[in-house]
């Protein structure tokens, strides 16, 4: 894909080079023994993010008997869990997805008279959400590296055989097999490898949601496209065709006859089954991870606000929750856009051929599933925080019984 095609993407490909995913992804990378370059920096990421799993579990071990400690280290071990998988998929699928992205480029699409003020809003979307993500992963991480020096003065105890000791805090605050006073003492050691841990963490999580975000724009605007061509079809009994354009050049209304109105017709159903195609791959890559993932934060959300409550009527000092995410994108309204074409008036040969576009549209999964009823939409996430919200009050209904 080279840079003078970049035009024809709505995929923020800038912001791709720059977080190094469009090197990950590109076949045109330098390559070491016939591997690309940049993938052996990511299994570089992916041994660091292991080892601090292996670290967290252990730390789950020595501080069982604190609920607090524990959930904290179980928290950061399903983000590693996450962020493996993440990265293990991107690696593994690279020249899928890079395919998937190469055939969101317009010039991919047949018909020549798509609405470019749509692909326009697409693009504009697509970039200014893939920079907001990007900006809220940075600004994530860089505030969880610097609040250790923000609280100096604190410091985290441990008491092990009735010994306290009192270790400095730091960005993750593990536990390591050494003394405070040691620990204390090279402080800035163990804080730039937790440090190194943060940042490719965040940097796995974040070249993930950018590319999950960004297809699911770019396909939702794709289709968008294809509906308003759909609706801009229409029959005239003139043996010429008219373009009527506004003023940004963006097609307004197609008038043909109609064995052209067929052929352009064909043509768009065409496209519209290479979107959808590319869709199903884009779901068939991203929908394991996701699914995970939505599993893996649904469970820490329950956990942390059933921990809060419980530090609350224990007197204990409350824990700010991590952050949490659901990303969603949505798209239909293909069967209006084909209706609104200019159908009454045509043959009997047009209107076969529109309702076989119609039923064709419908029998297509569009949607990301986790069960042949269940989909992945707004009210998944209502039922998680109903889901929450029970369990919370039904913790404080048995708190406040025993005070």
């Known amino acids: 894909m080279?840079?003078?095609?970049?035009?024809?993407?709505m995929i923020n490909m800038r912001l791709m080079k720059m977080i190094g995913l469009y090197q990950i992804l590109s076949p045109n990378s330098p390559k070491i023994l016939g591997i690309n370059i940049f993938k052996y920096l990511t299994i570089i990421q992916l041994f660091i993010i292991q080892i601090s799993a292996f670290e967290f579990i252990s730390n789950i071990y020595f501080c069982w008997d604190n609920i607090n400690e524990v959930t904290k280290y179980c928290m950061y071990l399903q983000s590693d869990v996450i962020a493996t998988i993440q990265l293990y998929y991107v690696l593994k699928k690279s020249n899928e997805i890079w395919n998937c992205i190469r055939l969101t480029s317009t010039s991919h699409l047949a018909y020549k008279y798509h609405s470019r003020r749509i692909f326009e809003a697409g693009q504009s979307k697509s970039k200014s959400y893939s920079v907001l993500i990007m900006l809220l992963w940075v600004t994530l991480v860089v505030s969880w590296i610097l609040v250790p020096y923000m609280v100096k003065n604190y410091y985290i105890e441990v008491n092990v055989e009735n010994v306290v000791?009192?270790?400095?805090f730091s960005a993750l605050n593990c536990l390591y097999p050494v003394t405070d006073k040691f620990?204390?003492?090279h402080f800035i050691a163990?804080?730039?490898?937790?440090s190194i841990i943060l940042m490719c963490w965040g940097h796995i999580r974040m070249i993930f949601d950018v590319l999950g975000t960004s297809m699911c724009i770019t396909i939702a605007f794709q289709l968008k496209m294809i509906a308003n061509s759909f609706s801009m079809l229409n029959i005239t009994d003139n043996h010429s065709t008219n373009y009527h354009f506004d003023s940004d050049n963006a097609t307004k209304l197609i008038e043909c006859k109609e064995s052209t109105f067929i052929v352009n017709f064909k043509v768009l159903v065409q496209d519209q089954q290479k979107v959808v195609e590319n869709m199903k791959n884009i779901y068939r890559i991203l929908r394991s991870v996701m699914?995970?993932?939505?599993?893996l934060n649904s469970l820490t959300t329950i956990l942390l606000c059933s921990?809060?409550?419980?530090n609350y009527f224990n007197g204990l000092s409350l824990t700010s929750p991590m952050n949490i995410r659901l990303l969603m994108a949505i798209k239909e309204s293909l069967n209006f856009a084909l209706y609104s074409s200019g159908w009454t008036e045509s043959?009997?040969?047009?209107?076969?051929?529109?309702l076989l576009a119609m039923r064709l549209n419908n029998a297509e999964k569009l949607k990301l599933q986790i069960t042949k009823k269940q989909i992945v939409n707004f009210?998944?996430?209502?039922?998680?925080?109903?889901?929450?919200?029970?369990?919370?009050?039904?913790l404080v209904k048995q708190c406040s019984k025993k005070m």
């Open 2 to 9: 080279k840079s003078e095609n970049d035009k024809n993407l």
């Open 165 to 168: 000791y009192r270790y400095r």
């Open 183 to 185: 620990y204390n003492e």
């Open 190 to 194: 163990y804080y730039c490898v937790e």
């Open 291 to 295: 699914l995970l993932q939505i599993a």
């Open 307 to 310: 921990i809060t409550i419980m």
């Open 347 to 354: 043959s009997i040969k047009c209107k076969k051929i529109l």
């Open 379 to 394: 009210e998944l996430f209502t039922s998680i925080m109903q889901t929450t919200y029970s369990v919370s009050s039904l």
